[in-house]
């Protein structure tokens, strides 16, 4: 076990870096497919194919969910998904040909570094190629290179996101997560209460956001944000399911990022089951919040604050 998203059978991811513009993005494959589904929760997103996901409309399984930087601009990484998949002969059979199943999420980075750098179709193939089962990268790396939290007082007070990953088993049942944490809030360590990364003042001490708003400061400038993850699990889950996990996931964000889903966020949370295992949704569900709030902690924790 690697304590990542990987652990669960049949799931590669690769990231794509762009460490001079500080952007990139991040691939989740599930080549044989997974039931998929979505849950926006955040004010500001930036989304393809989560319309589809919803348990009323017809395509049950998704073949990658793609995580990118770069805004709006980065959804066009996942055409280079697409084609990737597509050389591959993986797709839904639309019966004229193959047609991939790529749901992305975007979060804002472009005031971090060259704002006309973005994951563009070429990045999206790049990070399909380096994809691995094995351990992920995490930190300021793919969709976490540009990251950032506690942007309350703006960038000059902030501090690094970046990619976090985690996992947990119970008996045969794998549950793991990934995420891109971009967010206008702090991280904290659920456990101790302690913030790990977060808005910080002329100091370099931690401001606390949210006793800082109840205090009565709303004039926050921290306007580009937003926290992007993927549950993925061995489960055996239909598309009701799976639904429901990505919802309870996003409680794992409302315990390691305070405060979370405000105006200025987009979250968003993909879920993946790929029916292996006869499984319990709500477990399935409450392990998803566990792994989500560990992989966000996690990204903190890897991503190089100098």
């Known amino acids: 076990m690697y304590n990542n998203i990987t652990d669960v059978e049949g799931i590669k991811v690769g990231h794509a870096s762009d460490f001079t513009g500080l952007t990139g993005c991040t691939v989740v494959f599930c080549s044989d497919g997974a039931v998929a589904g ?35 601009f980065g959804l066009d990484a996942a055409s280079g998904v697409m084609q990737y998949l597509s050389e ?7 019966g004229a040909r193959p047609v ?23 990045m999206g193939y790049k990070a399909c190629l380096s ?5 992920v990268e995490q930190g ?36 793991g997560a990934i995420v891109a944490v971009n967010a206008l809030g702090d991280v904290v360590d659920y456990r ?34 937003t926290t992007i993850g ?24 409302a315990l390691a990022i305070r405060p979370v889903h405000t105006m200025y966020d987009g979250d968003t949370v993909f879920a993946l089951a790929t029916q292996k295992v006869a499984a319990d949704v709500t477990q399935v569900g409450v392990a998803a919040v566990e792994v989500m709030a560990q992989a966000i902690l996690n990204a903190a924790r890897a991503a190089n604050q100098e």
Request: glycine share 16%.
């Open 131 to 135: 994809a691995t089962t094995g351990y």
């Open 230 to 253: 993927v549950v993925a699990t061995n489960a055996m889950l239909d598309k009701e399911g799976i639904n429901k996990v990505a919802q309870m996931a996003h409680d794992g964000y």
């Open 38 to 72: 979505a849950d926006v929760r955040g004010s500001a997103p930036g989304t393809r194919e989560t319309d589809l996901l919803r348990p009323v409309n017809l395509v049950r399984e998704a073949h990658a969910i793609l995580l990118t930087g770069g805004s709006a």
């Open 140 to 175: 300021c790396v793919g969709a976490g290179t540009g990251a950032t939290v506690g942007k309350m007082l703006g960038l000059k007070h902030a501090m690094k996101g970046g990619v976090g990953s985690a996992s947990l088993s119970i008996g045969d049942l794998v549950v």
């Open 192 to 225: 101790s209460g302690d913030i790990i990364a977060g808005c910080r003042d002329d100091d370099g001490r931690f401001v606390d956001t949210v006793h800082h708003m109840l205090n009565g400061d709303l004039q926050h400038r921290g306007f580009g944000n």
């Open 88 to 94: 591959h002969g993986v797709g839904f059979n639309s």
């Open 100 to 122: 991939p199943i790529v749901p992305a999420a975007v979060l804002f980075d472009l005031d971090v570094g060259d704002p006309t750098a973005y994951p563009d179709k070429a």
